[in-house]
């Protein structure tokens, strides 16, 4: 199972929107609703940002928001903020039962 | 509060094996699946697979799949992760992490680094 597709760096100025891409086949994320995204900031643990597409946990900023057309999802971040600065990772289930990560996108706040 | 607490570091030379515990409280244990996913240093998050502490059912990427065993022991909340026959290239930070659906994991472990080196 390949990684998904993400862009290696995107960037944007304080209260920007941002939007990370992550694309994918028809097996994995064109295939299901079970996409999720994370922030991971250096030496820590990843963060749960949405699941099932578009879901957001409790406790996580309404400003980080999911969509999904065809085979490629997106993380949008609005009014971004020099905390966001940080790794994304987005995951999607796959038609193996598998789970698969993308390869990341470093976004830095300029 | 629900957490996840991993072990220390490891070193461990290549053919050995490391067993990496993720010891889990504030929730019932046997409710959620545990994940395991690792992360080469400086590299991205790579999905090592599944455990159902409920019934001991596991879900194994193909890659790691004859190297690695998950297991749980439902009497002290303790999910285990063996990794088999180590190479070089398994130099990693292992996380364990509690899965709230699928492909969803909301709560992470600290991570254990496991170094593999002769």
């Known amino acids: 199972q390949s990684a998904l597709t993400q862009p290696a760096s995107v960037s944007g100025s304080p209260g920007q929107s941002i939007t990370i891409s992550c694309t994918g086949t028809r097996s994995d994320v064109g295939g299901y609703n079970f996409v999720s995204w994370y922030q991971q900031h250096p030496g820590k643990a990843p963060k749960l940002l949405i699941y099932?597409?578009?879901n957001r946990p409790s406790g996580v900023s309404n400003r980080f928001s999911g969509s999904k057309s065809g085979n490629t999802a997106s993380l949008t971040i609005s009014g971004l903020q020099a905390e966001d600065e940080a790794d994304y990772y987005c995951s999607s289930y796959t038609s193996s039962s598998h789970w698969v990560f993308g390869g990341g996108t470093k976004l830095t706040v300029l | 509060q629900v957490q996840l607490v991993q072990s220390g570091a490891e070193v461990k030379k290549p053919g050995a094996s490391v067993k990496v515990p993720c010891k889990a409280s504030?929730?019932?244990?046997?409710?959620?699946?545990i994940s395991w996913v690792r992360q080469a240093p400086g590299q991205g998050l790579e999905w090592m697979g599944w455990i159902s502490p409920n019934n001991g059912n596991t879900n194994y990427a193909q890659k790691f799949q004859g190297r690695v065993t998950m297991t749980t022991d439902t009497s002290t909340s303790t999910a285990y992760m063996e990794l088999r026959s180590l190479k070089s290239d398994d130099t990693a930070v292992y996380y364990c992490?509690?899965?709230?659906?699928?492909?969803?994991?909301?709560?992470w472990g600290q991570g254990t680094l496991v170094t593999v080196s002769s």
């Open positions: 504030g929730y019932t244990f046997t409710t959620y699946t």
């Open positions: 099932d597409v578009t």
């Open positions: 992490a509690r899965d709230r659906g699928i492909a969803a994991s909301d709560y």
